[in-house]
């Protein structure tokens, strides 16, 4: 005997997979787990291949390549957020937008070839301009789902906040304090941060709680030393890639150094750069009233609104701070109730490929060359709408999820 244990049985097509199935409910232990999976494998069985189960859900018809991506979304989910977007595609709802979408382009093709086969004949409902005028729907809500791909990455895999400023302003100590941990090297040696070191934090908002990729990078000032200077172009290259930059801010710095080093930054970065920059003034258990004042004057000047002022050697301000981040990001995660949201590169994609043929289609004075571009749309967002996709391209997608599931 192995263990005392629970089988239950499913059989085709009522279980997950669509096939016969038997689930074994063993006590918690590896020994007996193990023996178990060496008895099964004497009698012929094998162990699951990743994302097997899944696989063979998709392929037998009992859910959309949508819903079972969204099984892996919800597993590797963080915060409450991703995990409410996982459910709503796990659950169907969004598989039926996304179908209601590749329908109503399926039937604009069909009209298109109708209008192909009719050309000679004047018929409004498959004229070319009438098709292009139902077209467009289609564009602006593809262009809708393209756009929120940023905010479906920031929901599943979280917020990119760089910590940015002058050599000593108090970055590390920040940022250990923010994960309750020593994970930076602090030291009063200007320069000793080197690298981008990188932490995943989840913070809860007023809403719902989200995920936070913080980045601690090597201090901003002129060096002749070549490993700083690398340093110094990735913290450059994470704030251009961030989505939230903490201008950690020392109120004992002149004010000169803080207002050159920001320009300095300013000229490599995109336009928007203040509007996603937050000032954070560190040291203030240290710093007399008017040295803060003058920070924040200095902040106000260059059009950045300080969040925080804390200590990370007392905790001074630091929950505070930590809790403005999180109603500072989650505004920017709002989402509409029911609203379809991308968190994939490949759905992304796909639906960029399909919207460069549509625009296009727009633009075609011919029928013929607008049903071609329709037909290749189609083609692009097979991954979304529900075509049937070859083998050999689903193991490829299942290839990333866990052993089985």
């Not at 989910?77 to 399926?106: F, H, M, P």
């Not at 913290?235 to 710095?253: Q, V």
């Not at 924040?296 to 701070?321: D, F, K």
């Not at 967002?381 to 052993?403: H, M, R, Y």
Request: net charge negative; with cysteine.
């Amino acid at each position: 005997m192995l263990d005392q244990a629970l089988w239950a049985g499913f059989a085709c097509p009522d279980s997950y997979t669509g096939e016969d199935l038997i689930e074994y409910h063993i006590h918690g232990n590896p020994w007996i787990a193990q023996r178990l999976l060496e008895t099964l494998s004497h009698w012929g069985a094998r162990q699951a291949l990743p994302g097997e189960f899944s696989f063979r859900a998709v392929r037998n018809g009992k859910i959309s390549l949508f819903q079972a991506q969204a099984i892996a979304d919800l597993i590797g989910a963080t915060n409450d957020a991703a995990v409410s977007v996982a459910l709503e595609k796990l659950s169907g709802y969004q598989s039926q937008l996304v179908a209601s979408l590749g329908r109503n382009l399926r039937e604009i093709a069909a009209l298109s070839e109708v209008g192909i086969d009719f050309a000679d004949q004047d018929i409004e409902a498959v004229s070319l301009p009438k098709l292009k005028e139902r077209l467009e729907g289609v564009v602006h809500a593809l262009e809708d789902l393209s756009q929120s791909y940023q905010r479906g990455t920031q929901l599943q895999e979280g917020i990119r906040v760089a910590l940015v400023g002058l050599p000593n302003a108090g970055k590390s100590s920040f940022f250990n304090a923010l994960l309750g941990e020593d994970r930076s090297i602090v030291s009063e040696i200007a320069g000793t941060t080197r690298d981008v070191i990188r932490e995943k934090l989840t913070l809860r908002g007023v809403k719902t709680s989200l995920t936070l990729r913080l980045e601690d990078t090597a201090g901003l000032r002129l060096t002749q030393d070549t490993i700083e200077k690398f340093g110094i172009e990735r913290t450059l290259d994470a704030a251009k890639n961030a989505d939230l930059i903490l201008w950690i801010i020392d109120p004992h710095s002149p004010g000169s150094a803080i207002r050159e080093q920001w320009d300095a930054m300013s000229k490599t970065l995109p336009p928007l750069l203040r509007s996603k920059a937050l000032g954070i003034l560190t040291k203030v258990d240290t710093s007399d009233r008017s040295e803060v004042q003058s920070a924040r004057n200095i902040l106000q000047e260059l059009g950045i609104s300080t969040l925080a002022e804390v200590s990370s050697v007392t905790g001074l301000g630091v929950s505070e701070a930590a809790q403005n981040i999180a109603n500072f990001c989650e505004r920017s995660l709002e989402r509409k109730p029911g609203e379809l949201i991308l968190t994939r590169l490949e759905h992304a994609r796909a639906v960029n490929d399909a919207l460069a043929h549509l625009r296009r289609a727009i633009g075609v004075p011919e029928i013929d060359l607008f049903a071609s571009d329709l037909r290749q749309a189609l083609n692009d967002l097979a991954p979304l709408v529900g075509e049937t996709l070859p083998d050999d391209i689903l193991g490829k997608i299942f290839s990333n999820f866990c052993i089985g599931k």
